[in-house]
């Protein structure tokens, strides 16, 4: 940054105090206090550039808000402005308790409003290559088939998939027995192909994987053991490579593609509710934003007056 560094008494010690103060008080690791440490001292390069020349204890609240709509005119999202304010209201708030100055320059300024991010999702096609990545030819490539098919075609938590057991499934119904959150059960229906590769890696998958091994998980690991969320989200990872998917993946992506899909085809959105085992309709709501895209794409490209 261009300008005169920041080595004026009234900057850097205070900006060293306050930062051992938070080391003391509250623990923070050392990557967070640099990241503090390195908010405060561009905000106080910033103000000694500025025409008022002020440093941190003579700013104003509007020297605050103009530093806010610099960094948000650079390209600062919503979250990094709030998490920079956060600093900043920090910082005075330790300065006034500690007499360094009067007033908290920060104390009636709003922090930006944050929209939820969308769910990361995937289309139709690029699930059906990630279901199709497992080499099916091997036992645990079978499994991973298997367990892909189900996760998609339920909408399961991660964590719900890999602590799945063969007594919650009924294989004559079509469905499975989730225990959710908050101890709520719900019943979600399998599908004909779901249900399929499940009896089939039932039938022979599972015991190429155990031989005489018991294992409480319908879905066990080579050593016979249930498997974790971590391991499972590495395989995400590797099919999803394998089936040349190139977008940034969560161990919730086809959960998220799950609800999606149901929209987009047409699904009540309670439905998707009762099967994605939410307690609240609004945390179901933000999966129409992304089927709403969907339809303003739709009529866009096929509406005559669009």
Known sequence: ?????????????????????????????????????????????WLKEGESGKALLTAGR???????????????????????????????????????RQDDPTARIDAPRLGRDLPKSLTEGEVEALLQAPDIHVPEGFRDRAMLEVLYATGLRV??????????????????????KGGKERLVPLGEEALDWV????????????????CAELFPTRRG????????????????????????????????????????????????QMLLGHSSLSTTQIYTHVARARLQEIHARFHPRA
Not at 70 to 82: E, P, Y
Not at 200 to 211: I, K, P, Q
Not at 228 to 248: C, D, M, N, S, V
């Open 62 to 100: 509007a020297d605050v808000q103009d530093y806010l709509k610099v960094q948000f005119d650079l390209g600062k999202k919503g979250r990094s402005t709030a998490r920079l304010l956060s600093c900043l209201r920090q910082f005075y708030r330790h300065a006034v308790r500690e007499g360094w």
């Open 225 to 272: 053991a249930g498997m974790t969320r971590q391991a499972f989200w590495y395989l995400i990872k590797k099919h999803a490579r394998t089936a040349g998917i190139h977008k940034e993946l969560s161990p919730h992506t086809l959960r998220h593609a799950f609800a999606t899909h149901l929209l987009n085809h047409g699904a009540d959105l309670r439905v998707v």
């Open 199 to 214: 009896r089939r890696f039932m039938n022979r998958g599972r015991a190429d994987l155990l031989g005489a091994r018991p």
């Open 159 to 180: 964590s719900e998939l890999v602590e799945l057991r063969p007594e919650q499934l009924s294989l004559t119904q079509g469905l499975v027995r989730i225990m959710g």
């Open 1 to 45: 940054m261009k300008g005169r560094s920041v080595t004026e008494p009234e900057d850097l010690p205070l900006i060293e105090r306050f930062a051992d103060a938070l080391w003391m008080e509250r623990g923070l690791s050392r990557n967070t206090l640099s990241a503090y440490q390195t908010d405060l001292r561009q905000f106080a390069q």
